[in-house]
């Protein structure tokens, strides 16, 4: 009887927020274009455009963000009451490019956008920037449904092949897959090819244990030509999304300026996480969180790339493995990293020091004793020192084993409902 009740309030409360949604928004997406100039001291926003897409394909549950995930952060509030009603996290290329010796030298602009639903009211859209470990208000957007300037479909429009279909996009993770490099003729490979990584995706854990919370979306939209820029090979190719390896001077950093681009292809699906497929042998790929995932489609590793990039696009893991002393500036040591999956043990209370046995050590000797252990092990976020990883292996240090650590895997469950609507 008990199990009953419950069943019966957690409908109600779930038909009562299914409300509050159709109340506050459109079932379609608000989308917000803007340039993000600056340089490695300074930087500023620049509106570009603002375009309602036809589809919103992200959770009507969880509108507020609870994870606080990012460099960057969006708050939308209704005019009316004044309330907050939608708030997400995200992070961006110009902020990796910010801490480059590029950005020390002179100023770069960066294409960027945000997507919310789209709000049957006017809203003030406030913009923030992390800033010593918080999130400071630094631009402000005031969206109205009578301004004729906000257009309307202007988007590229292409068919949509289906790689995994398990229901009500608000209630499902939903990702698109978007081809790059390949031509017209060759569809079919790219067809073939997501279904290669649609397959693998959900031999991990925990997307195998929960494959029916997940939609998968395939836009076919070809290149001009096959493949993808190789600049340190003098390689140039007439893509559809301007794809390029040597990012930042990175070989196998493999991304692209041209975000809006990106935008417009992925619009033809409801989407919650961007996954461009590339046409390439070549090792490498990238993601950011909450912009959008790459990842090579030739490479005998590729699978793993697939995972490891989308832990970054999708969760917000940072990568477990340190660099040379260039990067010990990276993190501040008074402060925690926002990455879940890393900790400066400055407040490690508010990280994993719960999921640590009481006779395991911290920080943790990364011997053999502690091989299988969650502890805190130096090394991570591209820094040797003073930053500290959950597990001495993972999926998002390296490709030795299949395995993310027990934290990362609790990180990507947590986003999965939320997305999900549990």
Not at 195 to 202: Q, S, V
Not at 260 to 280: H, M, W
Not at 363 to 374: F, H, I, R, S
Not at 392 to 403: A, I, P, V
Request: glycine share 8%.
């Amino acid at each position: 009887m008990k199990k009953f009740f419950v069943s019966i309030l957690w409908i109600m409360l779930s038909v009562a927020t299914y409300g509050q949604f159709d109340s506050l928004f459109y079932h379609h997406t608000l989308r917000i274009d803007y340039e993000n100039v600056g340089n490695s001291d300074t930087s500023f926003f620049a509106l570009k455009d603002v375009k309602i897409e036809p589809f919103w394909g992200g959770s009507q549950i969880h509108l507020l963000d609870t994870f606080g995930y990012g460099n960057y952060f969006f708050k939308v509030f209704d005019s009316v009451s004044g309330n907050l009603i939608f708030s997400r996290g995200y992070s961006t290329l110009f902020a990796e490019w910010r801490v480059t010796k590029e950005a020390k030298r002179g100023m770069r602009s960066f294409a960027e956008s945000v997507v919310m639903p789209l709000p049957r009211r006017a809203a003030r859209i406030e913009f923030y920037r992390r800033s010593k470990g918080v999130f400071v208000p630094f631009y402000t957007y005031y969206y109205s449904p009578t301004d004729y300037f906000v257009g309307k479909d202007q988007y590229d429009k292409y068919p949509v092949f289906e790689a995994l279909s398990s229901g009500d996009p608000a209630r499902k993770v939903d990702i698109v897959l978007l081809p790059e490099g390949y031509t017209e003729e060759e569809m079919g490979k790219f067809i073939d090819d997501c279904m290669f990584f649609t397959k693998e995706f959900f031999t991990y854990e925990p997307y195998a244990s929960l494959k029916n919370k997940f939609n998968i979306h395939a836009v076919l939209a070809p290149s001009a030509e096959s493949g993808v820029d190789i600049p340190k090979d003098s390689i140039f190719r007439n893509t559809l999304l301007d794809m390029s390896f040597d990012t930042f001077g990175t070989d196998r950093y493999l991304m692209t300026p041209d975000f809006r681009k990106v935008r417009d292809i992925a619009a033809n699906a409801p989407y919650d996480q961007i996954y461009i497929i590339v046409n390439t042998n070549k090792y490498g790929g990238g993601a950011i969180y909450n912009y959008y995932n790459t990842c090579i489609s030739g490479n005998l590793k590729a699978s793993k790339v697939f995972i490891h990039e989308f832990g970054h696009g999708f969760a917000g893991l940072g990568d477990e493995y340190g660099y040379g002393d260039d990067m010990k500036d990276l993190y501040s040591k008074n402060e925690e990293p926002w990455e879940p999956n890393l900790t400066s043990l400055v407040h490690f209370e508010q990280k994993w020091k719960a999921m640590v046995d009481k006779n395991t050590p911290v920080p943790t000797p990364a011997t053999a004793k502690y091989k299988d252990k969650v502890g805190a092990f130096e090394g991570g976020g591209y820094v040797k020192k003073g930053i500290y990883r959950p597990q001495q292996e993972c999926l998002m240090r390296s490709f030795k084993g299949r395995k993310f650590c027990a934290v990362c895997r609790d990180a990507i469950r947590k986003m999965i409902l939320f997305y999900a609507g549990e």
